[in-house]
């Protein structure tokens, strides 16, 4: 998943990352304005610099950047109605801001219950997001000649594996595990991350398959480098997946 250092490692070359076409401040206070967004290091820190740019400068050309920073805080500080909304008010910005797309279809996969009574409603906006922000992102020119090729075409790969984990976390739900397991395979492959892998397990955890399950375990503890928390849950899962499997052939 992206992070905010991402985010703003790109969005400090004042092109965010999400941007269609060249904004420009229009006065040193705006400049001002958005290097506070930019450097904001907190979601706290982050809100309060986007609803002072947002509100003092009302035709900036940063809106829509500025709320989807707003709503990737809230997602952070766990008020996902308040990301929903700001995100949403991002789309309405700059209707080809996909990573507000992506952030809207992880929102709606990963808070969707089996039991909510609007299940099927939240899932299928997750899957259109998810599907719209693949399709945004594909062909989106690099927006800044700063960023590199590489760069771009990182967070592009980023982007649509983030997408990808929004379509499979919601066939989890629906119970179609091999869907899922294919969609987060497919992700993983687009840009490794080893969340996804965890996720991928715990779908098969979840179907009872508990040698895929613990394939996907070691493939998080054995990797190089990989984030010290992610091999400690990868390590509790496998832990889990072997009692739930010696459990079975009882």
Partial sequence: MKT????????????????????????????????????AQTADAI???ADELITN??????????LQMEAKAYQAKGQNEKAIVYAEQALDADAKNFDAMSLLANIYSSTTRESDLDKNEKLAKAEKYANDAINAVKDAPKPNPQITDEQWNG?????????MVAIASA???RKKYDDAKAGYDKAYATSPDPYTLIRAGRAMMT?????????????VISAPNVDPNAKNIATKDKEQNEKLKAAAKK
């Fill in 4 to 39: 905010f250092a991402l985010l703003t490692a790109l969005a400090a070359l004042c092109i965010p990352a999400f941007a269609q076409k060249t904004p420009k401040p229009k006065s040193q206070k705006e400049v001002q304005a958005l290097q506070a967004l930019f450097s």
């Fill in 47 to 49: 809100i309060k610099a």
């Fill in 57 to 66: 400068f009302a035709d900036t050309d940063y809106k829509g950047a500025a």
């Fill in 155 to 163: 967070y592009k790969a980023g982007v649509q594996a983030d997408a």
């Fill in 171 to 173: 066939n989890v739900i």
């Fill in 207 to 219: 179907a009872g398959k508990y040698d895929e399950a613990i394939a996907y375990d070691d493939k």
